[in-house]
């Protein structure tokens, strides 16, 4: 879906939260009819080549949102190290070990977790 919808538009955030105040409703009544299990694949590549992909599995999208928002807000308030603030998890998740404690802290309840790294050569 990413690579399909302009970065213009996914980058514009007011657009975003009017969208998802629109389509919430839908989604609600969706997962009521055949239920709220949820699953992504996440691709990104860095700069320097290295790829990593994101796994995640879990039975419950209201369940795993709510765990992810607090194993994030958790590590923002007892991090050291991390600016304080509202933003994006992306703007903040740049240091490796954080990034790795928050997926840790927020996949406790997922019924499939992996993640891939590859580096190009």
Not at 99 to 111: K, P, Y
Request: charged fraction near 20%; aromatic fraction near 8%; include cysteine.
């Amino acid at each position: 879906m990413a690579c399909a919808v302009p970065k213009k538009i996914l980058t514009n955030q007011a657009l975003i939260a009017k969208f998802s105040e629109f389509i919430g409703p839908l989604v609600r009544a969706v997962d009521a009819i055949v239920g709220g299990t949820t699953a992504m694949r996440v691709e990104a590549v860095g700069s320097d080549g290295s790829s990593r992909s994101l796994l995640y599995g879990h039975e419950e999208l209201s369940e795993c949102v709510g765990i992810a928002a607090a194993a994030f807000t958790w590590h923002l308030l007892m991090s050291k190290n991390l600016p304080k603030g509202v933003l994006y998890p992306e703007e903040l998740l740049s240091d490796p070990d954080e990034f790795e404690a928050v997926l840790e802290s927020g996949v406790r309840t997922a019924f499939d977790w992996k993640t891939f790294t590859e580096k190009s050569l």
